[in-house]
């Protein structure tokens, strides 16, 4: 069974652009979480999705957004790029999510590593 | 909102010895307690978890304890080895809710 996978697993933006990240999940799932990895502070949840519904949403700014599509495929969408938005974005799956208020286990992916100069 | 707090942030243990990570939570409403093993350029990995009907659950070498009363948790690592060098992530899912809070990690180092 294939894992998580994210793409692209690098890029390198300027401030101000826009960039947009995808994920794959596990054949199967329909929850997709969205989490952001730096340094300092962990990894912090940026929103969750299950049937293309934003169930959960992390304290980020409207910067942040993303979507589902019908086949649980998700993309997140960083608009006006700031310098503090640097950072490795990692995606998970879940057989649990929808409300079920049963969480479960996150699969992850390795990750798209963003940076902005 | 739910909030982790996790220590240490950095933990260096000779091989052979073990290692304990705590984590508080802060929504008394959380009843699901994963733990999270992060290595080199991977995503994490689930290494063990506990809901909050159980006290204490063991994976051979690994071991998880909860006190609801105290709104903490624990992992404990026996005999450790090289391979567990890695970042180790608590987590805390509020009950009725599917999103899943981490801890800020920590790295652990296991002296040869």
């Known amino acids: 069974k294939a894992g998580v996978t994210q793409t692209p697993r690098y890029l390198i933006k300027t401030r101000g652009q826009q960039v947009t990240l995808s994920c794959s999940p596990i054949s199967g799932h329909r929850s997709v979480s969205w989490y952001q990895q730096t340094p300092g502070q962990g990894l912090q949840f940026l929103f969750e999705?299950?049937?293309?519904?934003?169930?959960n949403k992390g304290n980020f700014p409207g910067r942040f957004s993303g979507r589902q599509f019908s086949n649980s495929r998700s993309e997140m969408n960083v608009s006006t790029l700031e310098l503090g938005d640097s950072a490795l974005y990692l995606c998970a799956s879940s057989a649990s999510g929808g409300g079920s208020g049963r969480a479960g286990e996150l699969f992850f992916g390795e990750g798209s590593r963003l940076t902005v100069l | 909102g739910e909030n982790v707090e996790q220590h240490p942030s950095t933990l260096s243990v000779q091989e052979g010895d073990s290692a304990v990570i705590k984590c508080t939570y802060s929504?008394?409403?959380?009843?699901?307690f994963p733990w999270y093993k992060q290595e080199l350029g991977k995503g994490p990995q689930l290494i063990i978890d506990i809901r909050s009907n159980v006290g204490e659950k063991k994976d051979q070498r690994i071991a998880v304890t909860l006190n609801k009363t105290a709104k903490h948790f624990s992992l404990h690592i026996t005999e450790t080895q090289p391979e567990d060098s890695a970042v180790y992530f608590c987590a805390a899912s509020p009950s009725g809710d599917d999103k899943i809070i981490f801890g800020k990690g920590t790295r652990l180092h296991i002296l040869p």
């Open positions: 929504d008394s409403a959380s009843n699901y």
């Open positions: 999705y299950f049937s293309e519904t934003q169930r």
